[in-house]
Every structure is written in structure tokens, then in C-alpha cells.
């Protein structure tokens, strides 16, 4: 095996395999602590999705770190961890003390930090991230329920989450290639810099920090970075998509828990067209039971949708963890009924279904969108499984994506 991902929420596993399924490495993607007794398939890559974001340090930490000793037990000796390309965490971490960990188990002295995306509107440039063209203190992410970002400043983030000086590497630096960028890490590394926050605007910045990046035992960011360094590192790839296509039918449902603006949008669409409940916990104090019934009752041939998405002025203060329990509850029920088809949107949300449902690994099969792979279990029952971030995907993914898997 080439490669190991550590994901810190299930969509982003998604993402970043995606990415290096793109890249052309055969990938496979698994939830939660990887059992010690899992024999894998014969693979590239596997990227192991946790639900650590939200978690305190200690467990964010305590479980990366298993991940990782699982990782070296299978010969994996180059571990990249991924988190959200709008760099959710707070001032307590997780970003900054779960990399520290890695660093320190590798013995390694630097990483980057390069959560850029070019091609989801994700930029980074004089260490500020943009989202698609706006700092993200100004975008939609900075009325996040659990991780408000309300400080566009990498630099500074960081620095709140880890005890250890954080540079910058710089536009030009980057543009200037990767012999450059070479250069300035060894000056960075000899000033004492531990964390190298990476200005990168275009997929081709991506492509020269990852020829730059090979001798890093660790590296983090988003997707973006870990498809570059796939597409630069590991030369001899596949040259064509043979994962076979899981099986179409069986009734589906949509879940949404995000709150994302573009999760808004593309339920509002997906309302349009599908039956739809929303689930609301201040008018509905018995919330599953009420939705159980509602779904007993319209499942069938024509998909179903189940949100709790809310802009800002909806939400109820402190409901976060029974909505994602409920959607949970949900989708075990809505499989139960005899449900295929599940399409979820948001990490958090992700995270519940997936546990709820026992899944412990996918095979990730085409994308619906650009880092919005299907991906289909190889239990029973059989599922096709699409586990959406939040912020990705156009209006219409929803709609399109279960009218296209029937």
C-alpha cells in the first residue's frame, strides 16, 4: 500500500478518495478504528474516515493515533491527514493537536497545512482562505452551528491550536516551482517552523507543492493537495476506471442535516420535487416517532427526503446531537423498509447514518459530483451509498443524484 488517509468526518473520507480514485490509485475507504483482525484488499491507498472534528482533543488525538499504528501495521510509512478545505475546527483544535501527534509519532519536524480546493472555490492566498472568492470570516461558514470560522487567517488559527511556530509559504515562492519551494521549507525547517500554512490559488500550485512534498513522512489538507500528490507521487497509475458499479433499484432516501448554504439550496430543490418532512424539534417534541410514521407511510417508488437543514434564524439551540441521532434512527428504519438508495448530506449528519447503519467500508465507485463519490457496501443488504459535505456540489445534486440511481 502507497498511501494512508486519516479523514476527520466521513464525507471528507469520501472526498479525499474521491480524489485519489481520480488520481488513479485504487482506494478503498473505510469508518471509524479499522478493526486489527480487517484484511484488506489489494489497494493503493485506504483512507479511513473518523468522526473526530467535533470530539475533544484528547479523543481526536487518542484515535488518529490508533488509526495510525493500524496504518504502520500494514506497511504504510507516508500518512496524509484530511480535513475540510474550510478548515473547520476551533480554538481548541482539533487540526492543530491531531497533527502535532502525527508529527511526533513520525518523528517528522515539519508538515504543510494546505486545505486548498481551487476547484470547490477553496483559495488560499497571503495565508488567508477564501471560499469561492469571499474571506471565509465573510462567508456562510462563519454561522457554522459547531465550528464558526469568524478568522480567515490560517496563520493565525493555527496558532491558537498548536504550541509550535507556523510560517507561511508564499504565492511567488510556489509559482516559482518546486526547486523553490524546496528552498524555502529548508529555510522555514531552520528557523524552527513546525507547520507551513501553503498559498495555493490554481490546481497547477497544488501540482508544484506536491512534487515539493514527497519527502514528508506527514502531510494534511484537503482533498485538493492529496489528488495532487497522488497524480505526483505514484506515476503508474491506473490507466482506466475498472470498480464494478453497484446494483441500481430498491426505494431511496435523502437525508439532510447540514446547514450549509448550498445543503439550503439544494434541499429547497430536492423539496420541489420529492415528498418531504422536515424535521423540527421545537414543534415536534416525540421527533422519531412522528417521522417513523411519516416515512412508513411514504417510502416507495418515488424518493423520499428528510431534513433538518435550517438557515441561522430556524435553528433550535443545543439540537444538533438528537437530529443526527434521529436521522441515524432514520435511515436504519428507512432500510428496515426496504430502502437502497441513501443519499446524506452533511459530515456530522454522515457520521450518524453510517454508524447507525454498521457500515464499515465502502468500495468508492463514481463521482455525482467533483468529490461526491457513490460508493456501495459489500454486505447485505446491498446499498449505494452518496455521503455529501455540506458546502459541496451544485443545486441540483440531490435531484439528480437519486434520479440518476434509480
Not at 292 to 298: D, G, S
Amino acid at each position: 500500500m502507497r498511501l494512508g488517509c486519516i479523514a476527520d468526518d466521513y464525507t471528507g473520507g469520501t472526498d479525499v478518495a474521491a480524489a485519489l480514485r481520480r488520481a488513479g490509485l485504487r482506494t478503498v475507504l473505510l469508518f471509524g478504528t479499522p478493526d486489527p483482525a480487517l484484511e484488506l484488499p489489494d489497494c493503493d491507498a485506504v483512507v479511513v474516515g473518523l468522526k473526530t472534528r467535533t470530539v475533544t482533543a484528547t479523543d481526536a488525538v487518542q484515535q488518529s493515533l490508533h488509526v495510525r499504528d493500524w496504518l504502520t501495521r500494514h506497511g504504510v510509512d507516508r500518512v496524509y491527514f484530511k480535513y475540510c478545505s474550510t478548515f473547520d475546527s476551533t480554538d481548541d483544535g482539533n487540526i492543530g493537536p491531531v497533527t502535532d501527534a502525527l508529527l511526533d509519532t513520525a518523528d517528522e519536524a515539519m508538515t504543510l497545512i494546505c486545505p486548498a480546493s481551487p476547484e470547490h472555490g477553496r483559495t488560499v492566498y497571503q495565508g488567508h482562505l477564501f471560499v469561492n472568492g469571499v474571506l471565509l470570516s465573510e462567508s456562510p461558514m462563519r454561522h457554522h452551528p459547531l465550528t464558526p470560522m469568524t478568522d480567515p487567517s490560517l496563520v493565525r488559527v493555527m496558532s491558537r491550536q498548536t504550541p509550535h511556530p507556523v510560517g507561511l509559504l508564499t504565492l511567488p515562492v510556489v509559482r516559482a516551482g518546486h526547486e523553490a519551494v524546496h528552498t524555502e521549507l529548508d529555510r522555514l525547517r531552520a528557523d524552527g517552523v513546525r507547520h507551513v500554512v501553503v498559498d495555493a490559488t490554481q490546481d497547477s500550485d497544488l501540482d508544484t507543492v506536491a512534487a515539493a512534498a514527497q519527502r514528508f513522512g506527514v502531510l494534511t489538507g484537503g482533498a485538493g493537495l492529496a489528488g495532487a500528490y497522488g497524480r505526483v507521487a505514484f506515476p503508474a497509475r491506473l490507466a482506466a476506471d475498472t470498480t464494478p458499479q453497484p446494483p441500481s433499484g430498491g426505494p431511496g432516501i435523502i437525508l439532510a442535516g447540514s446547514c450549509s448554504a448550498a445543503t439550503l439550496e439544494q434541499v429547497a430543490r430536492a423539496r420541489s420535487v420529492f415528498p418531504a418532512y422536515r424535521l423540527d424539534p421545537a414543534a415536534e417534541p416525540d421527533l422519531l416517532r412522528r417521522a417513523t410514521a411519516w416515512l412508513t407511510a411514504n417510502l416507495g417508488e418515488t424518493p423520499v427526503l428528510i431534513y433538518s437543514s435550517a438557515p441561522p434564524e430556524q435553528r433550535v439551540p443545543g439540537a444538533a446531537d438528537l437530529l443526527e441521532r434521529t436521522l441515524g434512527a432514520l435511515a436504519h428504519a428507512a432500510v428496515d423498509l426496504g430502502a437502497r438508495r441513501i443519499v446524506v448530506a452533511g459530515g456530522e449528519t454522515s457520521g450518524a447514518v453510517v454508524s447507525a447503519l454498521g457500515i464499515g467500508a465502502v468500495i468508492v465507485a463514481g463521482e455525482e459530483d467533483r468529490g461526491v463519490p457513490w460508493c456501495h457496501t459489500t454486505g447485505t443488504p446491498a446499498l449505494r451509498l452518496l455521503l455529501k459535505s455540506g458546502n459541496f456540489g451544485s443545486p441540483d445534486l440531490l435531484v439528480r443524484a437519486m434520479k440518476e440511481a434509480s
